[in-house]
């Protein structure tokens, strides 16, 4: 089957950093993605690594390590609207684009 | 970019009764998935349209669930004889064509609670 791992929950203070580690092992790899949901609202597209190495966009940035199938999302400058829960999601097919999901991590940032 | 819409936001209906889902993509997306939500867990994937052509569904679609995409425009999931497992939330995404990683634009969901 196929395994994508997170930590459940996680706790940051405003303005700090947070990495949001995920964890894979999977029959295929064509990408992974990263998505934010808050509560009660669809999941919303934040990255994504297909090669290795770190993609950076404003205060957020992911990084890619195949041969280890690991992931990381960085959070800077932490705001109180990054409380959510954070979702990394694999293609498993180079054919279809439909993802797996990890269960999430849920991010709560504190003043 | 009006976005992905999907109704009803909520469905409360009886165990045993049939009930139907509809998403309206983004009007240039021809990429159409279904997704199954519940609590503390990420989406899991139902089924997935390219244009109209239903080319993948997961082993959670049981024969009780329908997915159609007539005109390759909106889509409809159908689920006959509702089970108290079936309440979850159901999220429909779509992405546009190219290459199979086009970041997946996600609508509200439908939440949907069985009595």
């Known amino acids: 089957g196929q395994n994508i791992d997170q930590p459940t929950e996680m706790t940051a203070t405003e303005g700090a950093i947070v990495q949001i580690n995920c964890t894979y092992q999977?029959?295929?790899?064509?990408?992974l993605f990263w998505y934010q949901q808050h509560a009660g609202e669809a999941p919303t597209f934040l990255s994504y690594?297909?090669?290795?190495g770190l993609e950076e966009k404003g205060r957020f940035s992911s990084f890619l390590s195949r041969s280890k199938g690991y992931s990381y999302l960085l959070l800077k400058e932490l705001q109180m609207k990054d409380s959510a829960s954070y979702l990394c999601?694999?293609?498993?097919?180079?054919?279809?684009?439909?993802?797996?999901f990890g269960k999430g991590t849920m991010l709560l940032v504190s003043p | 970019d009006t976005g992905v819409s999907q109704d009803p936001r909520h469905k409360i209906t009886k165990r045993g009764q049939n009930v139907t889902f509809r998403c309206d993509p983004i009007s240039e997306h021809n990429r159409l998935y279904w997704y199954r939500q519940t609590l503390g867990q990420g989406p899991e994937f139902l089924t997935y349209?390219?244009?109209?052509?239903?080319?993948?569904k997961s082993r959670l679609l049981s024969d009780r669930f329908s997915a159609e995409r007539p005109k390759g425009s909106f889509s409809t999931l159908e689920i006959q004889r509702t089970e108290q497992g079936d309440s979850a939330m159901y999220l429909c995404?779509?992405?546009?064509?190219?290459?199979?990683?086009?970041?997946?634009?996600f609508g509200d969901g439908t939440r949907l609670s069985i009595l």
């Open positions: 690594n297909v090669l290795d």
């Open positions: 349209f390219q244009n109209e052509a239903q080319l993948e």
């Open positions: 999601a694999v293609n498993l097919d180079s054919g279809y684009s439909t993802l797996t």
């Open positions: 999977t029959s295929g790899f064509n990408g």
């Open positions: 995404a779509s992405s546009p064509p190219g290459n199979s990683n086009q970041p997946q634009h």
